[in-house]
């Protein structure tokens, strides 16, 4: 799981004894050079504090974000929170969550080839610019949300056009991790989508509109 990321700033402390000065001339030239070297040396320790690592090799945009409308109501969900999908290797999937402490309101997308299929990083990068319907048979895109965790879930409806579809912009590699005792990796997915929505408990149907998002899905190795 994701853990916080911990800026260290490091201090330099000085100390010196006691300085008994002395009729030396060259004693005082040594007294001089150290205390110059003290002044040099307090500001490299002054420099190094204030500097920011250019090391960082988190490539992960922020912030996450999935943001809609469903049924005519705005969401704008982008916290940090990561949530994982279940899914089987011929899918690639994850949540995008609205709340801090809790699992829900969440939104996600799911990418299904032929069962039976194994799912490679270069197929999944290879659908960067690429539009997936929500009906398609060879990749099909589903959308699903969930108000609450007492609130029923809907899904894309899997019809044709611009009814249902996901678009791709960008995919990063975010990292490797382990799902389920199984080795994933994890992406972070840019692009819109939109579709219509059902529910299993009626035959009501909303729409998911407008959709823009940047959040992690996986992939099982």
Known sequence: MLGARISEHHVFAFSYPGLYIVNSIHFMKKLTNLLL??????ACSKDKTTTTPTNNTNTTPFPYYFNF???GEKYNLNTDNEQYMYFNENQVGGYQVG???FAYPAAGIRLS??????VTEAELMALVGKTISCADTNINAEISFTKS?????????????????VKID??????K???LGAPVTIY??????????????SSDTKEFTGGEFNFRVTRRD
């Open 188 to 201: 972070a997915i840019n692009g819109t989508c939109t579709s219509i929505m059902y529910n299993y408990n």
């Open 69 to 71: 409308s469903f049924g």
């Open 170 to 175: 960008k995919i990063t590699t975010v990292r």
């Open 113 to 118: 080839w032929p069962n039976g299929h194994k």
């Open 149 to 165: 965790e007492t609130d029923i879930s809907w899904y894309s409806v899997r019809t044709f056009g611009t009814k249902g579809y």
């Open 99 to 101: 709340n801090t402490s």
């Open 177 to 179: 991790d382990t799902l």
């Open 37 to 42: 070297l003290t002044i040099l040396l307090g």
